[in-house]
């Protein structure tokens, strides 16, 4: 029996503000995420307070269940989110030790590449155009 968690349990750590989505990180001024300790649900009228000038993908991370196919970032060939490559090719290892993380035991960067995926994911943001910001 496999331990690995099945694919539908996975979460995207590039996620939208959205009700429903878990609300895990805080964009720090110098650009870098700080984690929660525990993800926070995101509610109507926290989407709300948070909607503005300045997206909230690139003041806060957040994390919801991974879409796979429904996603422009999926990968059907390779069963593999495209995205985390990206990131790990840009940025790098950006830290030696990996971060504390809430989400990472279904995280899908995580579940793909491991440890690369956690080195330089706190330096990431997300733009609503480009599907992806690295600060």
């Known amino acids: 029996m496999s331990l690995k968690k099945k694919s539908e349990d996975k979460l995207c750590p590039s996620y939208t503000c959205k ?30 307070e948070v909607s503005g000038d300045v997206p909230p993908e690139q003041r806060f991370r957040f994390s919801g269940k991974c879409i796979e196919g429904g996603c422009g970032q999926w990968d059907a060939d390779s069963s593999r989110c495209t995205l985390a490559k990206k990131v790990i090719e840009t940025i790098g290892q ?42």
């Not at 700080?34 to 109507?44: C, G, N």
């Not at 995280?107 to 793909?112: D, K, L, P, V």
Request: with cysteine.
């Open 19 to 48: 009700t429903g989505a878990k609300l895990f990180g805080i964009v720090g001024k110098v650009g870098t995420v700080s984690y929660l300790e525990t993800p926070i649900t995101v509610t109507e009228t926290f989407v709300k």
């Open 94 to 135: 950006s830290h030696k030790e990996l971060p504390n993380c809430a989400i990472r035991g279904k995280c899908r960067w995580y579940a793909q590449d491991g440890e690369k995926a956690c080195f330089s994911c706190n330096e990431v943001l997300r733009n609503m155009e480009e599907h992806f910001f690295i600060a």
